[in-house]
């Protein structure tokens, strides 16, 4: 068989893309950023998880038209492409790879940590090389080898979360934290500005990482135009749900955001605190998982994307193109994500951590964008109830996720930039400085909708 003509293998169910998203979303990230957003936010950590949440269901809802439209691998590069132009679409493609190409990296970092803390005398690099390894191999076997791993992880780490709830809620009611259950200072304090839920949720937002990396997977998906829109919104509310209810119970159980030893370990001190030494373990545990259920399907999606842009000869289409032929899956990207996991072992999860959410929010901004530029301008869709669909709810979303961006940190807008400049620069070069095309997929041009 040809190399031309292998393909992705089409087996993904709605339940096994949901799973997926939830996975890389990783619900646990909840317990892990807790301490730093109950800072920033002065308690009120359910709110800025409330705003962030209310932003990623406006950018579902245009992830989910524009995967209609546009059912291939690519994600938000194939969408900006096709709907407002192949030049835009290569600086979104560049943008979106300051996200997936460095968050695998900072999910094994921040896996490894945990693991030198409570076991010290490995050095973390050990434990960095571990996670690269074990993930790597799962994903070079293939699609269906991912699908399942999740599912089994994908439970413990579940189980762990619901134990955590329900440990908290009797503490509680034993009156530990607020004493009772039906407290609104997690929601709302008078003496709290709104500007500090605002930088709560632009963090917070980090969490939600995962409901977009599905569209990678639309040519592994079967009938996408139906199965992911479903599955994008449902990991949104699903995840969002979570983290929600999640923070607004641990809040009842410690209200005081100052009283934390540690902020980046906070929810292990409260685990310590509901459950002794036996949950704290179990605790640590769920959290490991978490991290290497989240590594795996962040590589995947990482995987997929440099796939698409290969294809499209954006980037050299014999490396980056490559499908291999019993697998079906894109070996050579799996691997340079996994090479580029090791820059961990140099860097520390601030510094790692800093540019992420620039390209998420970004990313965001554009696909609301594009739901505009193709059902609204392209498309004429301007009757009736299309106003609202195409036109009022995708730019709702992307003010939303512009006034997220603007409240990222100084390092990440600085970092975030620098990046951007980088990838315009090589899209000068590609395109003789815009005297030719930018490259596309063979057989397609930026004007075909499916």
Same mark, same amino acid.
């Given at each position: 068989m040809s190399t031309q003509n292998i393909s992705l293998n089409r087996t993904l169910t709605l339940s096994a893309v949901v799973l997926f998203g939830l996975a890389y979303m990783t619900p646990m990230i909840v317990f892990g950023t807790f301490g730093v957003l109950a800072e920033t936010t002065n308690g009120l950590v359910p709110t800025a998880y409330i705003v962030g949440l209310s932003a990623m269901l406006f950018t579902a809802y245009s992830y989910g038209r524009m995967v209609k439209a546009f059912p291939a691998s690519g994600s938000a590069y194939t969408y900006t492409r096709k709907a407002i132009g192949s030049r835009i679409g290569f600086m979104i +493609?560049?943008?979106?790879?300051? $996200?997936?190409?460095?968050?695998?990296?900072v999910i094994w970092l921040i896996g490894a940590v945990y693991l030198n803390s409570a076991f010290p005398a490995v050095p973390i690099w050990t434990w960095i090389l571990i996670f690269i390894a074990i993930t790597t191999a799962i994903n070079l076997i293939g699609i269906n080898s991912t699908k399942n791993v999740n599912y089994i992880l994908m439970l413990f780490q579940i189980l762990v979360i619901g134990i955590f709830i329900v440990l908290s809620i009797v503490n509680v009611l034993h009156g530990m934290g607020t004493g009772t259950l039906l407290s609104f200072a997690p929601f709302y304090q008078a003496d709290v500005p709104f500007s500090l839920v605002i930088a709560g949720a632009a963090i917070a937002c980090y969490s939600f990482l995962?409901? $977009?990396?599905?569209?990678?997977?639309?040519?592994?998906?079967?009938?996408?135009?139906?199965?992911?829109?479903?599955?994008?919104?449902?990991?949104?509310?699903?995840?969002?749900?979570?983290?929600?209810?999640?923070?607004?119970?641990?809040?009842?159980? &410690?209200?005081?955001?100052?009283?934390?030893?540690?902020? $980046?370990?906070?929810?292990?001190?409260?685990?310590?605190?509901?459950?002794?030494?036996?949950?704290?373990?179990?605790?640590?545990?769920?959290?490991?998982?978490? &991290?290497?259920?989240? +590594?795996?399907?962040? &590589?995947?999606?990482?995987?997929?994307?440099?796939?698409?842009?290969?294809?499209?000869?954006?980037l050299p289409k014999k490396l980056f193109g490559f499908i291999h032929p019993k697998s079906r899956t894109p070996v050579i990207n799996i691997m340079i994500i996994g090479i580029i996991g090791f820059l961990a072992i140099f860097l520390d999860i601030t510094t790692s951590t800093s540019f992420i959410n620039f390209g998420a929010f970004i990313t965001f901004i554009f696909v609301n964008l594009s739901v505009i530029f193709h059902y609204y301008i392209k498309e004429k869709k301007r009757q009736g109830k299309d106003v609202l669909l195409y036109l009022i709810?995708?730019?709702?979303?992307?003010?939303?996720?512009?006034?997220?961006?603007?409240?990222?940190?100084?390092?990440?807008?600085?970092?975030?930039?620098?990046?951007?400049?980088?990838?315009?620069?090589?899209?000068?070069?590609?395109?003789?400085?815009?005297?030719?095309?930018?490259?596309?997929?063979?057989? &397609?041009? $930026?004007?075909?909708?499916?």
């Open positions: +493609g560049w943008t979106i790879l300051l $996200d997936y190409l460095f968050l695998p990296m995962g409901f $977009d990396a599905v569209s990678t997977l639309s040519e592994e998906t079967v009938e996408p135009e139906k199965t992911l829109p479903r599955a994008i919104f449902l990991i949104t509310l699903i995840g969002g749900a979570i983290f929600v209810g999640s923070s607004f119970i641990i809040q009842l159980v &410690q209200p005081n955001y100052e009283a934390f030893i540690n902020a $980046d370990s906070a929810a292990l001190e409260i685990a310590q605190q509901i459950g002794g030494n036996l949950f704290s373990a179990i605790f640590l545990a769920g959290l490991i998982i978490a &991290q290497f259920t989240s +590594g795996l399907s962040a &590589q995947t999606s990482a995987a997929r994307l440099i796939y698409a842009m290969g294809r499209d000869s954006v709810l995708p730019l709702i979303g992307a003010c939303l996720d512009m006034a997220l961006f603007v409240n990222l940190d100084k390092n990440a807008l600085i970092l975030g930039s620098v990046w951007v400049a980088l990838g315009f620069c090589y899209l000068l070069y590609i395109t003789k400085a815009f005297s030719k095309a930018t490259p596309q997929m063979e057989g &397609q041009n $930026d004007n075909i909708a499916v």
